[in-house]
């Protein structure tokens, strides 16, 4: 009877710790906030991140050299996205997408880390114009950001120059199938 007890114990003190640790605010760092700063320039943003754990599937190089498209942060190095692996390879995809998989749960987006005056977090889902983003997800000098508006969903990938200053260098859309 007393183990009995103690299961029923230990399986509700499990479940508590989870809602703690899952409901606490976690905040975005600093180096994730000179993402957002690249990214957040004016409109309405969600004012929590999004935190869909699907789209780590698309962080593999299969995939990303499957897509359409042309990549590149600066005119002298644009690249086709097929040719995604000579700038990262599939150990920093996978570590990227493990993280991805492994997010608590939504941060808080803080406006007074926000650069721009222009951009004005909200708390309703009350329109398709409205702005939302994951926390930037970052493995050594390179970061990924899921951006969706609407029905547009996009990857965001990122690299931290030899000054230390987030780029972006490459956008692939993901398409959403929809079926009616």
């Known amino acids: 009877m007393l183990i009995k007890k103690m299961k029923y114990l230990y399986f509700i003190m499990l479940f508590m710790n989870f809602g703690l640790l899952y409901g606490q605010d976690q905040e975005l760092t600093e180096e994730q906030y000179a993402i957002l700063n690249l990214e957040l320039l004016k409109g309405k943003v969600y004012e929590n991140t999004n935190f869909g754990y699907y789209w780590s599937n698309y962080l593999n190089l299969k995939w990303l050299s499957s897509q359409e498209g042309f990549c590149g942060y600066r005119e002298d190095a644009i690249f086709k996205t097929s040719e995604f692996s000579k700038y990262i390879d599939e150990e920093i995809l996978?570590?990227?997408?493990?993280?991805?998989?492994?997010?608590?749960?939504?941060?808080?987006?803080?406006?007074?880390?926000?650069?721009?005056?222009?951009?004005?977090?909200?708390?309703?889902?009350?329109?398709?114009?409205?702005?939302?983003?994951?926390?930037?997800?970052?493995?050594?000098?390179f970061a990924v950001m899921l951006d969706r508006v609407g029905w547009i969903e996009q990857i965001n990938f990122y690299k931290k120059t030899e000054e230390g200053v987030w780029e972006r260098f490459c956008e692939v859309y993901v398409l959403l199938m929809i079926v009616d």
């Open 94 to 141: 996978g570590s990227l997408s493990t993280i991805v998989t492994n997010e608590l749960g939504p941060k808080k987006i803080q406006s007074s880390k926000l650069e721009s005056l222009e951009v004005k977090l909200v708390s309703e889902y009350d329109s398709n114009m409205i702005r939302y983003v994951s926390a930037p997800i970052i493995k050594g000098d």
